[in-house]
């Protein structure tokens, strides 16, 4: 859980070492738990990819860009043992349902389907990527006989926060709504505080960019409520 809210850029050394050691002794072998990460190659969907692969997972990612642009800064003595070489990326549209269905593996579903679909916008476009986008993956899921479903969701802070995004929390209650009525208990939502660390930017530059909410979480908190 530490590594998800975090990210897999601000993962401790020995953290690192252990994700190296499992890559390095893993092999394709089918007994494998398979899990379908949509988002995968975001902030947090990255990290949840990072994790699984640590576990000894199969795991596929589907995301409109497939493989991210930093995985070409990887040196290529490294590539071998960096968790990402082991993922399947898988370029598609989440809200296209055929492309679900060939990530989810059709009729030889995965084990588990993980989002962590998210963005920020007008309330629209927050209600659509933070609820509809899961919804429909949610119901795919279900119709292919996925055993669970994971939804990376988000604690609710209420107001002022909330009403700055509403977006946002509406979009990601549909959603828990909706993977509970279809799930039920296989239903499995998480509701991270805010995510902060360091984010690798898509493209060929594979810049970074620094992810600290916290400080402006204070500032905001003490301009509220003292």
């Not at 890559?23 to 089918?30: H, I």
């Not at 990819?49 to 199969?58: I, L």
């Amino acid at each position: 859980m530490l590594l998800w809210r975090r990210g897999c850029a601000d993962a401790a050394p020995r953290m690192r070492a252990r994700l190296a050691a499992n890559v390095r002794r893993q092999s394709t072998e089918p007994g494998r738990p398979s899990v379908l990460v949509l988002g995968g190659n975001g902030f947090v969907g990255s990290a949840v990819c990072a994790a699984a692969v640590g576990a000894g997972m199969r795991v596929t990612s589907l995301s409109r860009t497939g493989r991210p642009g930093w995985y070409e800064k990887i040196a290529e003595g490294e590539r071998a043992a960096h968790w990402a070489t082991q993922v399947d990326w898988k370029s598609g549209d989440v809200f296209e349902p055929a492309s679900l269905r060939a990530a989810m593996g059709g009729e030889a579903p995965v084990d588990a389907v993980v989002s962590s679909i998210g963005a920020f916008g007008s309330y629209d476009f927050m209600l659509k990527m933070c609820g509809q986008a899961t919804i429909g993956a949610a119901e795919v899921a279900k119709e292919l006989g996925v055993p669970r479903f994971v939804f990376i969701s988000a604690h609710d802070y209420g107001f002022p926060v909330r009403n700055l995004v509403a977006g946002y929390y509406d979009g990601k209650q549909n959603a828990e709504a909706a993977i509970t009525e279809l799930y039920g208990d296989n239903g499995v939502m998480l509701r991270a505080s805010a995510v902060y660390g360091k984010r690798t930017l898509p493209g060929k530059d594979g810049k970074t960019l620094r992810l600290d909410v916290r400080s402006a979480a204070r500032r905001l908190y003490y301009a509220t409520h003292v």
